[in-house]
C-alpha cells in the first residue's frame, strides 16, 4: 500500500522521538513513510519532497525539527497539505527554540504543533485528520481512545489498594 502519511525528520538522531508516531500509525494500519531531510543542509531536497508529496499520495505530514526548526515550516510553505510540527528536545534550550521556530510561524503558512518531543500526538491528530474520510479509521480511532481511557478506569482501581500507614 501506498503511504498516506509522510514522517519528515531533520536528522536521523530525531528516530527515537519520531518511533512513537511510526508505531502508532502502524499499529493503526496508516501507511507512511520516514525520511531524514534538513531545512539546512538539504533544502533542495526538502522543497522538491514538499512539492511532490501530494501527487505520491500522502495527505499528512509530520515534520519534526530541532533547535531552529525550519523544516516544518518550510514544507509548508511548498505544499497546501497539512503539517504537523513536532519540536525536539535536545538543544541547551530544551526544545523550547523549536517549540517557538514552529507555532511563530506567518500568515497563510500553518503548521500545528504538538508539544515539545509529541510525536505520539502528532500522529493521533494525523489519524484524526484521515479518519475524517475513512470510517474503518474512525472506528479504528475511537477503540483506541476508549482504550486509553480503560487503561485510566484500571490504574484508578489498582490506586485503591494502594495503603498506607499514617504516622504522626
Known amino acids: 500500500m501506498s503511504p ?41 531536497a526538502v522543497e522538491a519532497f514538499a512539492k511532490g508529496a501530494q501527487a505520491r499520495g500522502i495527505k499528512v505530514i509530520i515534520a519534526a525539527a530541532g533547535m531552529a526548526a525550519a523544516l516544518p515550516g518550510v514544507i509548508a510553505a511548498n505544499t497546501t497539505l497539512p503539517v504537523i510540527g513536532v ?17 511563530q510561524m506567518p500568515p497563510g503558512i500553518p503548521v500545528a504543533t504538538v508539544a515539545i518531543n509529541g510525536a505520539m500526538n502528532a500522529a493521533i491528530l494525523a489519524i484524526q485528520m484521515l479518519a475524517l474520510s ?16 480503560k487503561k485510566i478506569e484500571k490504574a484508578n482501581e489498582d490506586l485503591k489498594e494502594v495503603k498506607y500507614e499514617y504516622k504522626c
Open 4 to 44: 498516506i502519511v509522510s514522517i519528515i525528520m531533520g536528522s536521523t538522531s530525531d528516530l527515537p522521538v519520531m518511533e512513537k508516531a511510526a508505531q502508532l500509525l502502524n499499529d493503526m494500519h496508516v501507511p507512511f513513510e520516514i525520511n531524514a531531510l534538513s531545512a539546512h543542509r538539504t533544502p533542495e
Open 87 to 103: 519540536p525536539i528536545k535536545g538543544s541547551v534550550l530544551d526544545g523550547v527554540d523549536a517549540l517557538y521556530s514552529i507555532i
Open 134 to 149: 475513512d470510517a474503518q479509521l474512525a472506528d479504528s480511532l475511537a477503540q483506541y481512545k476508549q482504550g486509553l481511557k
